[in-house]
Nanobody, 116 residues
């Protein structure tokens, strides 16, 4: 079983930037081949997929974050990142990492709050 822990969230002004990290531990035999993704859940809304990255490095994004967010991975460090630029209040949510589709127990996530 892979365990994932998110970090890097915080409070920023609109237009600011944050870099989220997701560190994996536990059973990592398949980490390098996993399709990894970031998800988020805003108050009163369901959890939604935000960005994904596969082994080759190919990425895909939710339309509303294209050009602003960048997902990357460092397999040597068992870590996936989400660089978020030009943040908007609409990006306020708890951010989670998981596989795509999710098959790892959800962690606590990391809170991102963007003020207007």
């Amino acid at each position: 079983q892979v365990q994932l822990v998110e970090s890097g969230g915080g409070l920023v002004q609109a237009g600011g930037s944050l870099r989220l990290s997701c560190a994996a531990s536990g059973s990592l035999f398949n980490f390098r081949t996993m399709r990894l993704a970031w998800y988020r859940q805003a108050p009163g809304k369901q959890r939604e997929w935000v960005a994904a990255i596969i082994y080759s490095g190919s990425t895909n994004y939710l339309d509303s974050v294209k050009g602003r967010f960048t997902i990357s991975r460092d397999n040597a460090k068992n870590t996936v990142y989400l660089q978020m630029n030009s943040l908007k209040p609409e990006d306020t949510a708890v951010y989670y990492c998981n596989s795509a589709p999710p098959n790892v127990p959800w962690s606590q996530g990391t809170q991102v709050t963007v003020s207007s």
